[in-house]
């Protein structure tokens, strides 16, 4: 299952023949060149008709702009010097007359780059959407991403030119401007912007723990990375975010096909020839058959259809102990959509796919950020820290959970052959599903004392509760604990040997009394915070 714009924007970055229609850019605000190509910007009213957000931004304070003018002054590298950026970018930057060719190509592309520097640090952010033959989403562009991960690249071996040469400080500047780039490109409208996002900071945030911990580096230039990290992946786009956005296209989808069916056969059939024109639904027969295709069609099932299928992925994805630990059954949510409804079934995205990349991208984030501090760590004190904990607070505020299992990070202070802490390596196909089966065993001892653990710590933390009442919440958590305690003392082994034995749904049967016992311990909590922090809280995740 793929997203239908998802599949379009992609043919048009990597350019599969769709492009835009050929236009004079006669209107400033309507049409704008990338690449030597003149594109319409998709009008912000009929994206907000259609239930998309999509601000008004004024273009000279919209750092999408000036990304545009970055991508416009770029030029194309000679082929062999395409592949040594793509090596440079990891690490590995290439010997003799290629690296000095390579070195001279990034000095060429510096006005860029520094357009690029400048738009990282701008407030505001909205790569607009680009209109294609019709309004139809299904015609929608976005030829900037191809180019901006191009950017990102240019920025992560312009790093690695700079640590060679011994500036540290510009070398993880220039990551950290990747990494506010990704941050951007992931607040935009579609999903695979956010996809797109994930990427560019997954790169950054790899580069900037290779140099770190190759590199001797002041502890606290690593301590205002590892903050900088922090801000931004405290404003990261959720899953939940990631999700809405998809919904609303996706009912924006079926009004396409409905109103137009000729672009069903974008789903259902082999390429549109030249000859497929799209319906002209000023004129009034063509409106009168969008109508009545409404009436006979049932445009109010597909809908309901898909809603019944975002709620059922947003109950998936929410836990009943409130911390991650799902694992999305995707083909069980399909089969709740009737076979005839194919329009839904087929528009859909996969994600489970999405939810995964999500929980691995911001595990990657985590594991980044401790790495560099035990980097920092390591240089001041000549050795590895022995527990997590003994980082913060003076290398990193708080000790995360691994949002791949929903547990501590599995760290020895040992470092691995690739270079990395043990228990810290990235998250990559090769150990993923590994991880994924830990999440999906039920938590229980250790696991579930530290998830009731940082569950308590969170919620002081949003409420900013007082001391007096952090040492109340401490008593709760005390209290359920001595409880869970002595449940688990009857009952732990028969529970392990069910999870052992692969019967993981009677094993969470069986924990029945641990999920009351959680609940309880939310209610109880849910006593300390005043009105006042209960507003300010309120108003800190509504972003006032």
Request: net charge negative; hydrophobic share 40%; with cysteine.
């Amino acid at each position: 299952m793929t997203h239908a714009i998802g599949l379009l924007i992609c043919a048009s970055t990597v350019g599969w023949g769709l492009a835009p229609p050929a236009r004079e850019a006669d209107d400033a605000d309507r049409f704008i060149g990338i690449k030597g190509k003149t594109y319409e910007i998709y009008p912000p009213e009929k994206l907000r008709a259609r239930g998309i957000e999509a601000p008004d931004l004024p273009r000279d304070e919209n750092a999408a702009f000036v990304y545009i003018d970055a991508i416009n002054r770029l030029t194309d590298p000679p082929p062999d010097v395409g592949e040594a950026i793509d090596r440079a970018a990891r690490g590995e930057w290439p010997e003799g007359e290629l690296g000095d060719r390579l070195s001279a190509y990034l000095d060429e592309s510096q006005a860029s780059l520094e357009l690029a520097r400048a738009a990282s640090n701008m407030p505001d952010y909205h790569m607009p959407l680009f209109r294609g033959d019709t309004d139809a989403l299904f015609m929608a562009l976005l030829p900037t991403m191809g180019p901006q991960r191009q950017i990102a690249r240019l920025l992560a071996a312009d790093a690695h030119r700079s640590a060679r040469s011994g500036d540290h400080q510009r070398a993880l500047d220039d990551l950290l401007v990747a990494q506010r780039m990704g941050h951007q490109l992931a607040h935009g409208m579609t999903l695979i912007e956010g996809l797109v996002g994930h990427a560019i900071g997954q790169l950054a945030s790899d580069q900037l723990t290779s140099i770190a911990e190759t590199e001797a580096i002041d502890p606290e230039v690593l301590r205002d990375v590892v903050d900088t990290m922090d801000a931004m992946a405290a404003d990261m786009p959720t899953f939940e975010d990631l999700i809405r956005g998809e919904e609303a296209f996706s009912r924006s989808l079926v009004d396409d096909a409905i109103d137009d069916p000729r672009h069903f056969a974008m789903f259902a059939g082999p390429a549109i020839g030249p000859d497929m024109q799209p319906i002209d639904l000023d004129n009034g027969w063509n409106r009168l058959f969008a109508a009545l295709r409404r009436v006979y069609l049932p445009d109010r099932a597909v809908k309901r259809h898909s809603k019944r299928y975002f709620d059922a992925v947003r109950k998936a994805t929410k836990p009943k102990d409130g911390t991650p630990g799902t694992v999305i059954e995707e083909q069980k949510l399909i089969e709740d959509v009737p076979a005839w409804d194919v329009l839904t079934r087929m528009t859909l995205p996969s994600v489970a796919r999405i939810y995964e990349i999500n929980l691995r991208y911001q595990s990657n984030q985590a594991r980044a950020k401790l790495r560099l501090a035990i980097a920092g760590y390591r240089e001041e004190h000549g050795g590895l820290p022995p527990t997590l904990e003994a980082l913060a607070p003076a290398y990193v505020a708080r000790v995360p959970v691994d949002p791949m299992t929903g547990y501590d990070f599995e760290y020895r202070p040992k470092m691995l052959e690739s270079g990395a802490p043990a228990g810290l390596a990235p998250v990559t196909s090769e150990n993923e599903e590994a991880l994924r089966k830990k999440r999906r065993t039920p938590a229980i001892l250790t696991p579930r004392a530290s998830k009731w653990r940082r569950f308590v710590l969170d919620y002081a933390d949003r409420y900013e509760l007082n001391d007096a009442q952090r040492n109340a919440a401490d008593a709760i958590l005390r209290d359920v604990e001595a409880q869970a305690a002595r449940f688990e003392q009857a009952h732990g082994a028969r529970i392990k040997d069910l999870i052992e034995e692969g019967e993981t749904d009677k094993a969470r049967e069986q924990m029945g009394p641990l999920d009351k016992l959680y609940d309880e311990m939310k209610h109880r909590l849910d006593r300390l915070p005043t009105a006042r922090q209960r507003a300010n809280a309120r108003s800190k995740a509504e972003g006032r």
